[in-house]
């Protein structure tokens, strides 16, 4: 087939987009940004279509080597069609791509291509189901597990599988959709697809396609609904939708974290929070309208980007010049919703940075918050200890940035 030129990225940064697999040499990882669940080379779902882009990964690769699938031909066997830019997946098998060397740009700079392959499953629709997992969740868990995230996790901080969704009246959440394997419960790659809710009582919700495996419902008081996922010319039902008045919240928790930097684990800065919200019952709340501030060093950024619930919120110190800032830091964030109120201290000691004098603070940072002074030689005192000068999380930053740093260095870490 044709090969679309390469992306010149960062592996950590594409597996943080979870977009790609290696091939079996490790020279190359193929990625397709439309494939939900690609990461790990499937399996796929039959009647899924493919369009890859290759980016090189050999650690030898020389610098200058141009376009890497250059330096290959492919060949493919078993259940696809190839018409020269996309694969489709058109029945269950096992699809056999070898890929050959061949004369390059990088090889006459004395890189040495070996023969590499992929083995790509395909499952029938029938083996398969469709869930909605917590992915900023899953994120945390596994960093924490490899020392990757510094914070508390609750035990039920979790949608349990199997209940409805309780989204709050009239708000817009993000839901996560994916595929696995009945049997085995693997995640099944897949593209396209469509969402329709099916009427349960009440008004049915609005649905739309945020994202590829990002569904936004808006449901409305008195909804209640299924929704169903279509894929590979086969339906999924993939959730239940149950909206709730935002007076049914009585408890409000904020969960935060932390990220470790790597080269020195003594220093640390804020990374993201979760304010959860609980009904009376202890039920767990989605999409509620939480409003969040801090003071007196202005951390809290909320984000729409990938369909982000106003209850979390990513850190980011984004007022002040980094290079002049050292020591322990103090801040205080609150969540506030409706008459409920959580507060939560932080304290950290960020790691030195060199000047980039392409340094800009966030629009959303106001006059109070903006530090540009070098204060290597004042720590931040407490937050208590100063006027509050914090303000409301009004701005924006990329959420899909922010878990590209955690999912980076997760990746680091499972490489090195």
């Known amino acids: 087939m044709q090969h679309p030129s390469p992306v010149f990225l960062p592996l950590a940064l594409l597996a943080a987009c979870n977009s ?28 899924t279509q493919l369009c890859p882009s290759f980016t090189s990964i050999a650690d030898d690769f020389p610098e200058g080597g141009g376009d890497i ?11 696809v069609v190839d018409d020269g830019q996309c694969l489709t997946f058109t029945e269950p098998g096992a699809v056999e791509w070898t890929f050959t060397p061949t ?33 900023y969740e899953d994120y945390a868990e596994r960093a924490q597990e490899e020392g990757g995230l510094v914070g508390e996790i609750p035990g039920d901080w979790r949608h349990v599988e199997g209940e409805p969704w309780r989204i709050v009246a009239g708000e817009t959440y993000a839901l996560n959709a994916r595929l696995r394997t009945r049997e085995t419960g693997e995640e099944v790659a897949w593209s396209g697809g469509s969402y329709t809710p099916g009427w349960q009582a009440g008004a049915l919700p609005n649905v739309a396609v945020r994202a590829p495996g990002v569904v936004e419902v808006t449901p409305w008081l008195g909804t209640r609904a299924g929704l169903t996922l279509f894929a590979g010319g086969a ?7 149950l909206s709730v008045p935002v007076s049914a919240a009585a408890s409000l928790e904020i969960v935060h974290f932390y990220l470790p930097a790597r080269e020195a684990p003594s220093f640390t800065i804020p990374y993201a929070a979760r304010a959860v919200v609980r009904d009376g019952d202890g039920n767990l709340l989605f999409g509620a309208p939480v409003v969040w501030e801090s003071g007196p060093i202005d951390v809290t950024t909320t984000t729409d980007a990938y369909g982000t619930a106003q209850e979390y919120a990513f ?12 020591g322990p830091q103090a801040t205080t964030i609150t969540a506030t919703l409706g008459d409920l109120r959580a507060e939560l201290d932080l304290t950290w000691t960020p790691p030195l940075t060199e000047p980039d004098p392409e340094w800009e603070p966030s629009p959303s940072c106001t006059a109070e918050t903006v530090v540009v002074e070098n204060e290597q030689a004042a720590p931040i005192p407490p937050a208590h200890a100063r006027a509050a000068a914090g303000c409301s999380s009004t701005g924006t930053a990329p959420t899909g940035a922010a878990v590209l740093v955690l999912a980076a260095l997760l990746a680091r870490r499972r490489r090195s």
Do not use: K, N
């Open 103 to 135: 004369s390059c740009q990088a090889q006459d700079l004395g890189w040495v291509a070996v023969e590499d392959h992929v083995t790509l499953d395909v499952v029938a629709a029938a083996d398969v189901e469709a869930y909605t997992p917590m992915i």
């Open 69 to 79: 699938t250059a330096c290959f031909t492919d060949s493919l066997t078993g259940p």
């Open 235 to 241: 339906s999924f039902p993939l959730a239940e939708v």
């Open 20 to 47: 790609g697999f290696e091939t079996q040499q490790g020279q190359m990882l193929v990625s397709d940004a439309d494939v939900v669940g690609i990461e790990g080379g499937g399996p796929f779902l039959a009647q």
């Open 315 to 326: 850190l980011y110190d984004a007022c002040r010049d980094p290079s002049t800032v050292s």
